[in-house]
């Protein structure tokens, strides 16, 4: 059975930063490209960031280009998002999902319609 389980959510004030952590369990975990998503009350869900199945290409969505880096370390079939200088318009609830490796190389590398496995999601809350 495959599960995604994203932790690292909380409270932080602008200006902040915080890790999350999605661990991946039940399938071949480096034969994957990984997404995170965020979606906030009352609008859609949207891409922030994937990275490719070895980690070496990586993809941001421009309201989070330079404040966020995504990673993974396979050997523990992990993948982290570092948030920092965290704005308002950040919050949202975070979720990790899987895809076919290559679709990261491809126009619809945020099209959350081709992940496949979703986790349930980590709440990040941004405000003074």
């Known amino acids: 059975e495959v599960q995604l389980q994203a932790s690292g959510g909380g409270l932080v004030q602008p200006g902040g930063s915080l890790r999350l952590s999605c661990a991946v369990s039940g399938f071949p975990f480096d034969d994957y490209a990984i997404g995170w998503f965020r979606q906030a009350p009352g609008k859609e869900r949207e891409g922030v960031s994937c990275?490719?199945?070895?980690?070496?290409?990586?993809y941001y969505e421009s309201s989070v280009k330079g404040r966020f880096t995504i990673s993974r370390d396979n050997a523990k079939n992990m993948v982290y998002l570092q948030m920092n200088s965290l704005k308002p318009e950040d919050t949202a609830a975070y979720y990790c999902a899987t895809a076919p490796p290559i679709v990261i190389f491809t126009i619809n590398r945020m099209d959350a319609t081709k992940y496949d496995y979703w986790g349930q999601g980590t709440q990040v809350t941004v405000s003074s």
């Open positions: 990275i490719s199945s070895s980690g070496g290409s990586s």
